[in-house]
């Protein structure tokens, strides 16, 4: 699965600790998911794209095999 988060945080000029900081979350955490080494809870996800205007399918892509 691929995200935008990167994108999309440097789109509202955030570092990953003020999003981890009003995710509530750790700055590590923001690296993992950025990175693609974790996938976030659902209730993570829906955070997430809430804080940036998108829905959920358009921050997390589902790559088809």
Do not use: C, W, Y
């Not at 659902?42 to 088809?64: P, R």
């Amino acid at each position: 699965m691929k995200n935008l988060v990167k994108v999309e945080r440097a789109r509202l000029d955030l570092t990953q600790a003020d999003l981890a900081e009003k995710l509530g979350v750790s700055r590590q955490t923001i690296h993992a998911i950025e990175k693609n080494k974790f996938n976030p809870s659902v209730i993570l996800a829906l955070k997430m794209a809430k804080l940036f205007s998108l829905t959920v399918e358009e921050l997390f892509i589902i790559e088809e095999e």
